[in-house]
Every structure is written in structure tokens, then in C-alpha cells.
């Protein structure tokens, strides 16, 4: 199954969801491209790449794929399919917390929730990994990240409307995996401690 190439040849609820995706606004701290979609996993599909920074420092990076199948797929339980990653830095000390990966699973839950955004059939998993450099290399400090790699089916109307609130919900999910929280418009967030840490 090969994705098609021509937008003019897609369906109007897919094509509301790409102009919504190109019209989108995203939030300051995100620098963000539409890129090639996969080609074999649904008729449909537009993907985007986002990098994350923050006065300059990089602090993570995402993906979003929004899949449409106009026939439905049974998995999905629903015609669109958003599939999600996302990477970010964290403290060294935070890896050794258990609870870190569900911590990281609740960062989209409640970032969907906290957006409005009407989905169902949520899964997915987060892994969080740890290094630490030797040798020529042991000036480095100890780096650790958490990957968050997620999938679920947003109930937009018929006629694709109801995307923007799970766009939204991404670049929430990216905002808390590279600990930034959630400001209100005009508030100008200061360096994370952790990035200002490694700065030293």
C-alpha cells in the first residue's frame, strides 16, 4: 500500500487536515518542517520533523505523522492515525527513577487532555537511557534522554476539522519531554536547569 503522492487527489477530510497542518502556528521553541511521510503504511499520510531550542541550546527533537485511510483500518478504529516521537534530555539522576516512563506516558495523556483533543485507542512505550563517555571523550558529561514513541486515532469530524487541538497536544509533549512547561502567550521561559547545568 504506497501513499499518494497528490494532494489534489485526497480526500477533502485529509486535505482540511494538511492545510491545517501547514497553517499551523507553533510555538516559539519549535522549529518545524513537513518531510517525506511513509509510503507503505496507509493510502494517506503527511509527516512533519521538529527540533526543539531554546536560546540557542538543543534540547530535543520529534516527529509527527498524521496517517488517513478513507476505508478505515480496524486497529485504528477510525479512518486517521497520528503517530507520534518524541526526544528529549533529562537529568542523569532521573533515569534511575522507576516511575520516570510512566511519567512520560502521562506527558501525552495529559497533553491531549489539557488541548481538548477527542482521540481514542492510545499506545505506545517509552524507553530512557543513560551514557556516560570514557577515554578521550570522558570531559563530556553523563547524557541522559527519554524517547517517547506513541500512536493514537483522532475523532475529527467528517470533513477533518478537530486536528489543531492534537497538534497542539504534540507540541506540548515535546515542550515537557525537553522540560519545558506549559507558559502563558508573552511569558519568556529562562534556560532549563539541566541545560544550564551541563553548560558549566
Not at 504534540?170 to 519545558?180: D, P, Q, V
Request: proline share 8%.
Amino acid at each position: 500500500m504506497a501513499a499518494h503522492s497528490d494532494p489534489a487527489s485526497a480526500p477533502p477530510a485529509f486535505q482540511r487536515v494538511v492545510a491545517d497542518l501547514q497553517a499551523h502556528r507553533w510555538r516559539a521553541e519549535l522549529a518545524v518542517e513537513e518531510i517525506p511521510s511513509p509510503q507503505r503504511i496507509a493510502p494517506y499520510a503527511v509527516a512533519i520533523a521538529a527540533d526543539v531550542s531554546l536560546r540557542e541550546h538543543d534540547l530535543g527533537s520529534g516527529r509527527l505523522v498524521i496517517l488517513h485511510d478513507p476505508a478505515g483500518v480496524e486497529s485504528w478504529q477510525g479512518q486517521f492515525r497520528a503517530v507520534a516521537y518524541a526526544k528529549g534530555e533529562v537529568d542523569p539522576e532521573m533515569v534511575t527513577d522507576t516511575m520516570l516512563a510512566e511519567v512520560g506516558w502521562s506527558w501525552l495523556v495529559e497533553a491531549l487532555e489539557a488541548n481538548g483533543a477527542d482521540y481514542i485507542a492510545p499506545s505506545g512505550n517509552v524507553a530512557c537511557t543513560w551514557s556516560r563517555s570514557f577515554g578521550g571523550m570522558e570531559e563530556q558529561p553523563a547524557r541522559a534522554e527519554v524517547e517517547i514513541r506513541a500512536s493514537w486515532t483522532p475523532r475529527l469530524s467528517p470533513t477533518g476539522e478537530g486536528v489543531t487541538a492534537h497538534l497542539n497536544a504534540f507540541a506540548e509533549l515535546l515542550a515537557n519531554t525537553c522540560g519545558i512547561p506549559p507558559l502563558p502567550e508573552g511569558v519568556v521561559m529562562m534556560t532549563p536547569l539541566r541545560q544550564r547545568r551541563q553548560d558549566r
